[in-house]
Nanobody, 122 residues
Framework: QVQLVESGGGLVQAGDSLRLSCAAS????????MGWFRQAPGKEREFVAA???????YYADSVKGRFAVSRDNAKNSVYLQMNSLKPEDTAVYYC????????????????WGQGTQVTVSS
């Protein structure tokens, strides 16, 4: 089992930055691929970014160049740095852990956090 807890969400203005954190506990964190997803009201959960256990990064086109994912295996944590935020980035953000290489798919991940709300005002 892996337990994931996100933090760092909040209310910001367009153009601002936020850094989300995801703290993991349980099984060996460094063995897992880590993903960030988001879900806006009335919409499907969508892929945002992923970081493989080998530290390869993957991004949705909508966030490429603005968001950056990183991990600190010593702290069992993964981060999502979000810059130049837009109102359309408003959503609940979830981190996830899994072993599948289908990084953009929700069913590639076995463990999910409870989510943290990000609201971007215009």
């Amino acid at each position: 089992q892996v337990q994931l807890v996100e933090s760092g969400g909040g209310l910001v203005q367009a153009g601002d930055s936020l850094r989300l954190s995801c703290a993991a506990s349980g099984r060996t964190f460094s063995n897992y691929n880590m993903g960030w997803f988001r879900q806006a009201p009335g919409k499907e959960r969508e892929f945002v970014a992923a970081l493989s256990w080998r530290s390869n990064t993957y991004y949705a086109d909508s966030v490429k160049g603005r968001f950056a994912v990183s991990r600190d295996n010593a702290k069992n944590s993964v981060y999502l740095q979000m810059n130049s935020l837009k109102p359309e980035d408003t959503a609940v953000y979830y981190c996830a852990a899994g072993t599948s290489s289908y990084y953009t798919r929700t069913n590639a991940y076995d463990y999910w956090g409870q989510g943290t709300q990000v609201t971007v005002s215009s």
